[in-house]
């Protein structure tokens, strides 16, 4: 079908929509409050190492975050900087919440990587950075940390373009480390931003040094300067020039120095988000790929979460505007269910603070206050019934069943547990014979993050206990009739998630292996993904 071209193309050329990724401790938080600073969105930045501070990183909203000092829930926010609006979303990076991340990146067009500059690219790093690939996400990197002792800036080239597997291109350059640590050099301007410490320092206290004096710069900043100098003329004789192109395809990928804690390097970072950070693209649907400029609206919920106002029991969906304009009461149709809402409240968000959606645009993330009738991956759209593809589920591998410690509080237990599941916060199975309900994790602190939401969101009290499965998969048959013997010939094996897909719990090692040889036309899928009924092996 030939799609209308919108009138609002120019609003769609000035988003910006990319998330922030690392392993955990690597910076990433402390950016993100420092972009909100340099973008002129929050006056004070919070501190997100003292777990008691009075003052907390305004993308950790939830109490567990403030105890901790970590991160476990993506956060989204809007600013304006430069005539661009960038929805910039701050994902967690501890490995147990990485199910939330991926989702986060299927709705941006670009991701910002952080490095700490000191353990180079970490674990968790390189399973966002898959994800990444996967989708041909545009990727900018962070190196954080210059104040402390850190790793020679050349092996962190090496290693970040061999983790990436796309060539890595500075774009500014670290004059000393440590004690010694001077400032970095734009290497696209030839000046210097002199470093001084001090994390409540304004965006334009830095002093530029602009030329390249050799003699001065070295009689000043000493041998830090000639060696780093020695070590910019290897770049640019030995690695590629940057090429928007190349980075647009996943090919290249810019690279920054600086320290986040002190403000400094941010700037850069911001500038380049909007300078090089690709605007809205083409997202694909069942039926076909949508524009981000057409004239009809579209977008998916790519993430649901409950009670971010304890005050009100609020559950929000989170919608990427995948093409069209946004306007509070307009007619829209819900894919998966067939049915019309006209969504009225309807927020942006910077944090905890959210301002009323008059309009929004290809790129932007808004908010929908539910009540039940949205689930992750669902599409909205005017006029044609559009699907989205690409949200991930993954089998879960650690299994436990919960129990009540009051009886009584059942009611609370299920809808806890149901919004909690809908959000994606943990995966929760029903059993097919019985009535024990099943949590399924990636990692351990899902379960204490449920739990600890369980009793201060909704009143309850829960205990788990081990459950003796190994792993699942969603299943799925060709032929109706032998997935439903399948399924009753396998009844206390089966259980229902929140989406109220089948899926096969695993008891061995060897389960899977045996089952598959006995059932040859089932197919058994660690990932599930919303497409309707679509299943991805």
Not at 206 to 223: H, K, M, P, W, Y
Not at 361 to 379: E, N, V
Not at 484 to 503: C, M, P, Q, S, T
């Amino acid at each position: 079908m030939t799609a209308s071209v919108s009138p609002h193309a120019g609003e769609v050329r000035r988003r910006r929509t990319f998330a922030i990724i690392s392993h955990p401790d690597a910076g990433k938080t402390t950016l993100t409050e420092k972009l909100l600073l340099f973008a002129g969105a929050i006056q004070i930045a919070g501190s997100v190492k003292a777990r008691k501070a009075t003052r907390h990183a305004t993308s950790d909203w939830m109490e567990i975050e403030k105890q901790r000092g970590i991160s476990v829930a993506s956060s989204v926010m809007q600013i304006e900087y430069r005539d661009c609006v960038i929805n910039l979303l701050d994902t967690p990076g501890h490995q147990d919440f990485s199910e939330d991340t991926y989702r986060v990146l299927t709705a941006v067009d670009a991701a910002l990587m952080v490095i700490d500059a000191a353990n180079g690219v970490e674990e968790q790093t390189r399973r966002l950075i898959e994800v990444c690939r996967a989708r041909n996400t545009p990727v900018l990197t962070f190196v954080n940390k210059l104040d402390r002792e850190v790793r020679e800036p050349l092996d962190l080239l090496d290693e970040i373009e061999a983790a990436l597997g796309m060539a890595s291109v500075p774009l500014t350059w670290p004059i000393g480390q440590g004690k010694l640590f001077h400032g970095i050099y734009d290497l696209r301007e030839d000046s210097i931003r002199v470093f001084r410490p001090g994390a409540d320092r304004r965006p334009d206290d830095d002093e530029i040094v602009n030329g390249l004096d050799t003699a001065l710069l070295q009689q000043r900043f000493g041998s830090e300067y000639a060696r780093a100098a020695e070590e910019m003329a290897l770049v640019r004789e030995a690695m590629p020039t940057f090429a928007e192109a190349e980075f647009l395809a996943a090919r290249q990928t810019p690279v920054f120095f600086g320290s986040a804690i002190n403000n400094f390097g941010v700037r850069e970072v911001l500038d380049a988000l909007v300078d090089l950070a690709p605007s809205p693209g083409a997202r694909k649907a069942l039926s076909r790929v949508v524009q981000p400029d057409e004239a009809k609206f579209s977008g998916v919920v790519f993430k649901i979460q409950a009670n971010m106002d304890p005050a009100h029991r609020d559950r929000i969906a989170f919608l990427r505007v995948c093409s069209g304009r946004f306007e509070p009461g307009m007619r829209l149709k819900v894919k998966r269910t067939g049915k019309e809402m006209r969504p009225t409240n309807v927020v942006t968000f910077l944090s905890q603070r959210r301002d009323r959606v008059e309009s929004a645009y290809a790129g932007d993330i808004i908010g929908i206050t539910t009540h039940g009738g949205l689930q992750l991956g669902d599409s909205l759209s005017e006029g044609e019934a559009l699907q989205f593809t690409g949200l991930p589920f993954f089998a879960p591998e650690l299994f436990n069943a919960i129990e009540l410690s009051d009886p009584m509080k059942s009611k609370q237990l299920a809808k806890g547990l149901r919004e909690l599941g809908e959000e994606g916060a943990i995966q929760v199975f029903r059993p097919l014979l019985g009535s024990l309900m099943l949590l399924g994790a990636v990692g351990q602190l899902q379960f204490e993050v449920v739990l600890h939401r369980l009793k201060t969101e909704y009143g309850v009290e829960a205990r788990l206990s081990a459950a003796n499965y190994t792993g699942a998969r969603w299943i799925s048959c060709h032929d109706p009739v032998e997935l439903n013997r399948f399924v009753h010939a396998n009844g206390g094996k089966i259980y229902l998630d929140a989406a109220e897909a089948h899926a096969y719990l695993l008891t061995s090692r060897f389960d899977l292996g045996l089952t598959q040889e006995r059932w040859p036309n089932i197919e058994f899928h660690p990932m599930r993904e919303h497409t309707g009924l679509m299943l991805q092996g």
